[in-house]
T-cell receptor, first 113, second 113 residues
Framework: DGGITQSPKYLFRKEGQNVTLSCEQN?????MYWYRQDPGQGLRLIYY???????QKGDIAEGYSVSREKKESFPLTVTSAQKNPTAFYLC????????????FGQGTRLTVV | GENVEQHPSTLSVQEGDSAVIKCTYS??????FPWYKQELGKRPQLIID?????GEKKDQRIAVTLNKTAKHFSLHITETQPEDSAVYFC????????????FGTGTRLQVTL
């Protein structure tokens, strides 16, 4: 069953702790993305990667880090430097060709307590 | 960078009526404009997209129009049905692909019986 999987669905973290969100795809897509979704603000790009071992900052990268050691995986670490980490995080992937869509995962809702 | 504005933020229509959602973008180099639908608790999914060399595109009850001069594009849904109720996001990219999408803030469409 092909798709993009995010885990966990819900995550709670204590203030000051780093936490890593998982994103795995078996669609053989070259590109992967992390978006943050807040009420009334749409989706904002955190990081993206178009090839293994390479990634680029998006619009709101501060306080986040990523790695792309495998084509299938693009984990996102929310560090203690992120001032307002409570949000809904969406991972997506796509092939790098015109008129192709981004496939989204089900999302992870992170709450800092 | 690109900035995408989307209006209205909420829209309520009666079943069978038409719905129109409008977006404006700032980067004249943007050349790919997808629309995503996100049902409650689900992942965003592409419903239609348009490239900058096309003025209009239709897919059954859904159509998108693009005015490059004015830098705005619109989603038109005709004969609305209850299952059209969702949040709709417009987006823009200058890469021609799903890479580096800038999203609007979303429109919550409610179709009432």
């Amino acid at each position: 069953d092909g798709g993009i999987t995010q885990s966990p669905k819900y995550l709670f973290r204590k203030e000051g702790q780093n936490v890593t969100l998982s994103c795995e795809q078996n669609l053989n897509h070259d590109a992967m993305y992390w978006y943050r979704q807040d009420p009334g603000q749409g989706l904002r790009l955190i990081y993206y990667s178009q090839i293994v071992n390479d990634f680029q900052k998006g619009d709101i990268a501060e306080g986040y880090s990523v790695s792309r050691e495998k084509k299938e995986s693009f984990p996102l670490t929310v560090t203690s430097a992120q001032k307002n980490p409570t949000a809904f995080y969406l991972c997506a992937s796509s092939i790098l060709r015109v008129n192709t869509e981004a496939f989204f995962g089900q999302g992870t809702r992170l709450t800092v307590v | 960078g690109e900035n995408v504005e989307q209006h209205p933020s909420t829209l309520s229509v009666q079943e069978g009526d038409s719905a129109v959602i409008k977006c404006t973008y700032s980067d004249s180099a943007s050349n790919y404009f997808p629309w995503y639908k996100q049902e409650l608790g689900k992942r965003p999914q592409l419903i239609i997209d348009i490239r900058s060399n096309v003025g209009e595109k239709k897919d059954q009850r859904i159509a998108v129009t693009l005015n490059k001069t004015a830098k705005h594009f619109s989603l038109h849904i005709t004969e609305t049905q209850p299952e059209d109720s969702a949040v709709y996001f417009c987006a823009a990219s200058r890469t021609g692909t799903a890479s580096k999408l800038t999203f609007g803030t979303g429109t919550r469409l409610q179709v009432t019986l």
